[in-house]
């Protein structure tokens, strides 16, 4: 049984705010070693469940966070920051479950460094359905008609998770205070969690379904502001929907949609004045 790994840093046990995250902050080196040890925590529970094989792929910001040299030995990394498929690189549908860890909630709503992508965008929808990275990331998995199993992270991720794949196993780490305040289990009780929730969601991998995306996907991203629309709309096939900073894309199915909004994303970072 193979199981695919993504992982996050904001909702990683006792991580409240940048300065665990940004790799130019003073705690992101410890930040990166709790993110380490939780990924273990889980490849641990998948093996012991009777995982084959565990790939794991580094999913935050420039996606070279995890230290390799203290990951568990028996799993793969996929780590750098120029991926086709960035937080999913990797996945497809030789998987048996995809299983998503320090994962945070979308942006606009409460979390821990709640956010979509980057602080530049306000909402992101896929055919009206308003999504963040868990959703668009569980949407590609259900291309490949692979499950997600379990989702780790903060108190937000985990009630955004059960709102949108039915009989997914969560293990919220912490519960957010504020978006840079929270109440968290110790390291060592978030491993014990992590490793025990991702035995239990592989043996309930039988209840829960590929998250199936819509054919022929409209892609629709708010900005924060007009210039990062702009650049944003310079993808061919992208419209500024007039009287807002929307940008809406029409897709031909739901990788070119995950592709589309990553091209739009980084040009949208191209603005310099905010």
Not at 190 to 213: D, M, Q, S
């Amino acid at each position: 049984m193979k199981l695919y790994l993504s992982v996050d840093m904001e909702g990683i046990t006792g991580l409240p705010d940048y300065t665990f995250v940004d790799s130019s902050a003073h705690n992101y080196e410890y930040g990166r070693r709790i993110m380490t040890q939780e990924a273990n925590a889980v490849i641990e529970g998948a093996f012991g469940a009777g995982a084959d094989e565990v790939l794991v792929n580094d999913s935050h910001s420039k996606m070279n966070n995890l230290l390799a040299e203290e990951l568990h030995p028996d799993a793969e990394l996929i780590s750098g920051g120029v991926k086709l498929y960035s937080m999913v690189e990797g996945l497809d549908d030789s998987y048996a479950g995809a299983m998503f860890e320090g994962y945070h909630s979308r942006a606009g709503q409460p979390g821990v460094m709640s956010h979509s992508m980057i602080h530049g965008v306000r909402n992101m929808w896929i055919n009206g359905h308003e999504i963040g990275e868990l959703g668009f990331n569980a949407y590609v998995a259900g291309y490949h008609g692979v499950p997600v199993l379990l989702v780790a992270g903060d108190d937000g991720a985990c009630r955004e998770a059960e709102e949108l794949i039915p009989g997914v196993v969560t293990a919220a780490v912490k519960q957010s205070l504020t978006r840079s305040a929270v109440r968290s289990l110790s390291p060592k009780k978030a491993r014990e969690l992590l490793k025990e929730k991702t035995g239990e969601a592989i043996r309930n991998r039988g209840n829960v379904k590929p998250l199936t995306p819509p054919d022929n996907p409209v892609l629709r991203i708010e900005f924060t502001n007009y210039g990062q629309a702009e650049w944003a709309a310079f993808m061919p096939g992208c419209e500024i929907e007039p009287g807002t900073t929307i940008v809406r894309f029409k897709a031909n199915d739901i990788l070119e949609a995950y592709r589309a909004m990553l091209v739009m994303i980084e040009l949208a970072l191209q603005t310099t004045y905010r």
